[in-house]
C-alpha cells in the first residue's frame, strides 16, 4: 500500500505542470503564482485560444509542424528500416565499423553541426524557406537505426534465410518479412522521432524567414519575443500555444503505448 501511495503520488507530481499549463491556457485573468492552478469555475473561458489562433493562425503552424515532423518520420522509417536490417543481418565488411561510427554520431551535438549544415543547406542547395530544407538535417536518425538494427538482430536468421531459398532478393525479404514483423520497432521509432522534430525550435528557426512556413514551436517563440507584452493575457496565450504544442505528442503516445511498451519487453526479454 506504500509503494501504491508512492507511485500515485509520483505520478501526480509529475503530472501537475501538465495540468497547470492547461488550467492556466483556460483563465480569463492571469495568474502566475501557485493558486492560479485552483481558480475559480467562473473563470474559465476560450479567449486565449482565440487570442493566439489569431496571432499565429495555429492551424497554419500546425500544418507546418504536421508536414516538418511527417517528412522527418517518413525519411527515418525508410533509411532506418534499411540500415537496420543491413546492419543486423547482412554480412559484409566494415559492418562493426559503420556500427561504431553511427554510436558515436548520437552523442555528437546537433549545434556543432548545425553552421556547416547551414552553409550546405542554403548557400549550395538553396533550400532556405523549404521544407525539404527543414527536414533534410534530421532524415537519418541514428536512434532509429539502432532500434531497428536491435530489432531484427532478435530475429532468427532461418526465417530470412527460408525466403532466400525461395528466391526472395534482399529487397523482398525485407518488405515480405522484416517490415510485417517489425511492427513494435516500427511504432517504437516513430514515437522518438516523433518528439524531436514536433518541439525543434532552432534549425527551424534558423532556415524560415517566411512566418507562413514557420513550424508552431518556432511561431510560438516569435510571439513570445514580439507580440506578447501587448497582450491582454501573454500568460494564458502562451499556455494556450503550450497545450496546443504539447497535446499531439501526447496523445501519440498513448495511442501507440501498448506497441512501445510490446517492443521495449521484447527487448528487455531477449537482450
Known amino acids: 500500500m506504500a509503494l501504491l501511495a508512492a507511485l500515485a503520488a509520483g505520478g501526480l507530481l509529475f503530472l501537475f505542470p501538465f495540468y497547470y499549463t492547461i488550467v492556466g491556457s483556460l483563465q480569463l485573468e492571469p495568474n502566475a503564482d501557485i493558486s492560479g492552478a485552483f481558480p475559480s469555475p467562473g473563470n474559465f473561458s476560450l479567449e486565449n485560444y482565440a487570442a493566439i489562433n489569431e496571432a499565429l493562425n495555429l492551424g497554419r503552424t500546425l500544418l507546418n509542424s ?3 515532423t511527417a517528412g522527418v518520420i517518413i525519411a527515418t522509417l525508410a533509411l532506418g528500416l534499411l540500415a537496420g536490417y543491413a546492419l543486423a543481418q547482412l554480412d559484409f565488411r566494415g559492418r562493426g565499423v559503420i556500427f561504431n561510427a553511427m554510436l558515436l554520431v548520437l552523442i555528437v ?14 548557400r549550395y542547395y538553396g533550400l532556405a524557406d523549404n521544407y525539404l530544407g527543414m527536414i533534410l538535417p534530421f ?4 536512434t532509429a537505426v539502432f532500434i531497428f538494427r536491435q530489432f531484427f538482430k532478435q530475429i532468427p536468421v532461418d526465417l530470412f534465410d527460408a525466403a532466400r531459398i525461395d528466391g ?5 525479404v525485407l518488405r515480405r518479412v522484416a517490415i510485417p514483423i517489425a511492427t513494435p520497432a516500427i511504432i517504437t521509432a516513430i514515437i522518438v522521432t516523433f518528439i524531436g522534430p514536433w518541439n525543434e525550435f532552432l534549425w527551424p528557426f534558423l532556415i524560415t524567414k517566411e512566418q507562413s512556413l514557420q513550424p508552431l514551436a518556432v511561431a510560438l517563440a516569435n510571439y513570445i519575443s514580439n507580440v506578447a507584452a501587448r497582450a491582454a ?3 494564458g496565450a502562451i499556455l494556450a500555444g503550450a497545450t496546443v504544442l504539447a497535446v499531439p505528442a501526447v ?14 519487453l521484447g527487448s528487455s526479454v531477449k537482450g
Open 233 to 235: 493575457n501573454p500568460f
Open 66 to 68: 504536421g508536414i516538418f
Open 168 to 172: 526472395a532478393s534482399e529487397f523482398q
Open 251 to 264: 496523445v501519440l503516445f498513448v495511442a501507440t503505448q501498448r506497441w512501445f511498451v510490446q517492443a521495449q
Open 139 to 142: 532524415a537519418v536518425n541514428p
Open 109 to 122: 551535438p546537433f549545434q556543432l553541426l548545425m553552421i556547416p549544415l547551414y552553409v550546405m543547406i542554403v
